[in-house]
């Protein structure tokens, strides 16, 4: 079954909150919200510290003293954050739901 479904996200340790992210990166691209209707949308523009080709930060530790407005995902922000896509880990173990079979948690292969 996998610690992640029987662990409450705020009982999690750090290694395995992190462990939750697939590497996406799509919480790294900027978005931009409308100022009428609060929609959200995002661009095809990723934060500078992204890395294009390992979809990574390339200061995981110090980004948010250099991206002021980069929202660190916590337990208590993720059911919050409307703007998580459908396949984030964060989300669907926030929603009560399984990880995707790709996931690198399921599969073992954090290539898939």
Not at 31 to 45: P, S, V
Request: glycine letters at 8%.
């Amino acid at each position: 079954m996998g610690w992640w479904r029987e662990t409450p996200m705020e009982d999690m340790t750090p290694q395995q909150w992190e462990a939750l992210c697939d590497g996406c990166a799509k919480c790294c691209v900027i978005r931009l919200e409308d100022e009428d209707t609060g929609d959200i949308h995002a661009t095809n523009i990723g934060c500078k510290l992204l890395d294009g080709q390992s979809c990574r930060c390339t200061d995981y530790p110090g980004r948010q003293a250099k991206v002021p407005d980069c929202v660190q995902l916590t337990p208590a922000n993720v059911r919050e954050l409307s703007w998580l896509p459908k396949t984030c880990g964060y989300r669907l173990i926030a929603e009560g739901r399984p990880l995707f079979d790709w996931h690198p948690l399921v599969s073992g292969d954090p290539e898939s």
